[in-house]
């Protein structure tokens, strides 16, 4: 039974500050590079997380949260904005990391049944590193060599 209220506290809207601790220098890193992330339902129905270039806007599903995969969704989008840098069009990134058998499997099962093939490479590459111990750092370095600093005004 869903209890309408929390239904609705789950959906909402949070600020940037509900991403956990090591997440937060991603956060302000990616903003100090022009793209405006929002903990929101996203534009696309059922998506748990979004990276739209054309507005350089990364969404984060509230309910990610109670899911317990903000972290992973969050540096899922992460990487498309990476991708982007530095002409808007997304291309892959170049990582290289060893992944279980399991887990190449399950990516391999995600992609085939969800994602176009043109977006394969650029969805194979997030979701791989969405589960690395170093992805943050990985991405700082990525953000800071592909994605010139936005002038403040």
């Known amino acids: 039974?869903?209890?309408p209220g929390l239904l609705a506290a789950a959906l909402a809207p949070q600020p940037l500050s509900a991403l956990p601790?090591?997440?937060q220098?991603?956060?302000r890193e990616l903003q100090s590079r022009g793209f405006k992330l929002r903990i929101a339902l996203p534009p696309v129905r059922e998506a748990y997380g979004l990276?739209?270039?054309r507005t350089r806007t990364l969404w984060l599903s509230p309910l990610t949260f109670e899911l317990g995969i903000a972290r992973?969704?969050?540096l899922h989008e992460a990487v498309h904005a990476v991708q982007s840098c530095p002409t808007g069009v997304l291309t892959p990134?170049?990582?290289r990391y060893r992944l279980a058998p399991v887990v190449e499997r399950e990516i391999s099962?995600?992609?085939t049944t969800r994602y176009h093939?043109?977006?394969r490479a650029l969805e194979q590459e997030a979701f791989g590193l969405q589960g690395q111990r170093d992805a943050v750092p990985r991405l700082m370095e990525a953000l800071k060599r592909r994605c010139p600093a936005k002038p403040r005004s």
């Open 1 to 3: 039974m869903v209890i």
């Open 21 to 23: 601790a090591d997440l």
């Open 25 to 27: 220098p991603l956060a």
């Open 51 to 53: 990276f739209q270039a």
């Open 72 to 74: 992973q969704t969050f």
């Open 93 to 95: 990134v170049g990582w």
């Open 109 to 111: 099962g995600i992609l």
């Open 117 to 119: 093939h043109g977006n």
